[in-house]
T-cell receptor, first 115, second 114 residues
Framework: GAVVSQHPSRVICKSGTSVKIECRSL??????MFWYRQFPKQSLMLMAT?????????EQGVEKDKFLINHASLTLSTLTVTSAHPEDSSFYIC???????????FGPGTRLTVL | GQQLNQSPQSMFIQEGEDVSMNCTSS?????WLWYKQDPGEGPVLLIA?????ELTSNGRLTAQFGITRKDSFLNISASIPSDVGIYFC??????????????FGKGTHLIIQP
């Protein structure tokens, strides 16, 4: 149980384009999902909290207009990187929270490369 | 954002040896979690700790939630080749909407020499 998927696993795009990443909880409902970013050889950094049916909350320093989050159902959250630039190249990982508990299960990540 | 102080940064050990790593924080957390991440994949939850002083085992892994709620350690006994990877500690607080996003340590890279 507690399986989280992400799509796509890898994406390469040109600078200035937008990229959408999907995060799905496959066998449970998640009212809350989280988006993290991980640069090479670094740790995961929380970007935003995605709440079903309401606006996402962003961590300090994360541009909400650049990283659009939509949590339209209890099993799906999407992250759209708008007007991507090479410095946005990173490993984007989502997690889904089980109820209100502390357990978060992570997706396999999406490797974004912006040329 | 905040990061936890995790040490050691890397460990080179022989197969069969025991491993110990720890995390400290300047602030209190309600929950401590330990994850393992293989290259190119998402972190996998190993152990979750919910109470100060709690000692929990998962097979050869043992973790403890520090009494001050500002630290935690993870021990791996009798290491095997598949233990290779990066181990992250993570601290979590709770707000009105439930458990918050995680604050991660910088990771401990475990390398096992045959």
């Amino acid at each position: 149980g507690a399986v989280v998927s992400q799509h796509p696993s890898r994406v390469i795009c040109k600078s200035g384009t937008s990229v959408k990443i999907e995060c799905r909880s496959l066998d449970f409902q998640a009212t809350t999902m989280f988006w993290y970013r991980q640069f090479p050889k670094q740790s995961l950094m929380l970007m935003a909290t995605s709440n079903e049916g309401s606006k996402a909350t962003y961590e300090q320093g994360v541009e909400k207009d650049k990283f659009l989050i939509n949590h339209a159902s209890l099993t799906l959250s999407t992250l759209t990187v708008t007007s991507a630039h090479p410095e946005d190249s990173s490993f984007y990982i989502c997690s889904a929270r089980v109820g209100l508990s502390g357990k978060q299960f992570f997706g396999p990540g999406t490797r974004l490369t912006v040329l | 954002g905040q990061q936890l102080n995790q040490s050691p940064q890397s460990m080179f050990i022989q197969e069969g040896e025991d491993v110990s790593m720890n995390c400290t924080s300047s602030s209190i957390f309600n929950t401590w979690l330990w994850y393992k991440q293989d290259p190119g994949e998402g972190p996998v939850l190993l152990i979750a700790l919910y109470k100060a002083g709690e000692l929990t085992s998962n097979g050869r892994l043992t973790a403890q939630f520090g009494i001050t709620r500002k630290d935690s350690f993870l021990n791996i006994s009798a290491s095997i080749p598949s233990d290779v990877g990066i181990y992250f500690c993570a601290g979590q607080t709770y707000s009105g909407g439930g458990a918050d996003g995680l604050t991660f340590g910088k990771g401990t890279h475990l390398i096992i020499q045959p």
